[in-house]
């Protein structure tokens, strides 16, 4: 059994103890401790309870933690990987989603932006970074907000399009062991209207890579699975599927990274 596997297989049956609150998130948020069954911990999770989601005005009330799930069955279909291992169970709060605990290094690494999303002047640009954003300081000297020009990252970017994140913020990129990249906190995502808010434009109108093309056909082939769509349905609606579809569909037709929308803001508050 391969380590995802395991993973998933802990996230569904292990038994959960709440270990804390994370406090720097928007909606309840709980680190959790996944029991081996002996008495011992065999990992940690996130769990996020639906009774402990805001509401919002632009997604439907108790929807979030399902577009968690959403957004981990996507990134396997397409072979990204890009999400921690995710499921909806129920948990000592009721249900809500629980995602495998990513340990990160120590700082810097581990600091908001994971080393991936910078600020830096204009005269620092270096090779290897893209600008995002162009910024002031306080005292109203120039800035820029770059990302890393890494293939992991732009897949990143690819995956946000697909599943219409509307959320893209530094934090939301995790650093693990070997230089891993893990996207977090896609519980506001997978709406059937243009929602794309992200960090990570600096591909914008690009072509894109063979692999990524080979991606999304992936998502287009599980699309057309019975088994994966029913899973898929069981945690977002058929208006939202079809959105995906048509979504994936247009990326592979354009075979470019997608524009920032210029009839509305296209980056996420705050960017970190």
Known sequence: MSAGAEWERLLREAPIEVEG????????????????????????????????????????????AGREVAAYLISAA?????????????????????????????????????GYLEVVVPEDLRPGWRPVLQAESPEGDPLLVVHAEDPALASLAVFDAVINNADRKGSH????????????????????????RTVLWGWAGEQ?????????????GALDDYSW??????????????????????????????????????LPWPLW
């Open 208 to 220: 894109l890579p063979e692999t990524e093309l080979a991606s999304l056909r992936r998502v287009l």
């Open 21 to 64: 609150v994370l406090r720097d998130a928007s909606n309840l948020t709980l680190k959790v401790t996944l029991g081996d069954g002996e008495g011992g911990t065999a990992g940690a999770a996130v769990y996020k309870p639906v009774r402990g989601e805001r509401p919002l005005h632009d997604f439907p009330t108790g929807t979030l």
């Open 173 to 196: 990129l995790l650093r693990a062991a070997q230089d891993r990249l893990w996207g977090v906190d896609h519980g506001v995502s997978m709406h059937r209207e243009d929602k794309l």
């Open 78 to 114: 397409g072979g990204w990987d890009l999400v921690p291992p995710t499921v909806l169970r129920d948990g000592p709060l009721g249900s809500g989603s629980v995602q495998w605990w990513i340990e990160q290094p120590e700082k810097p690494a581990a600091a908001p932006g994971a």
């Open 229 to 266: 769509c029913a899973e898929l349905l069981s945690v977002v609606s058929e208006e939202e599927v079809a959105a995906l579809s048509l979504r994936v569909a247009h990326l592979v037709e354009a075979g470019t990274f997608p524009l920032p929308p210029a009839e509305r803001y296209p």
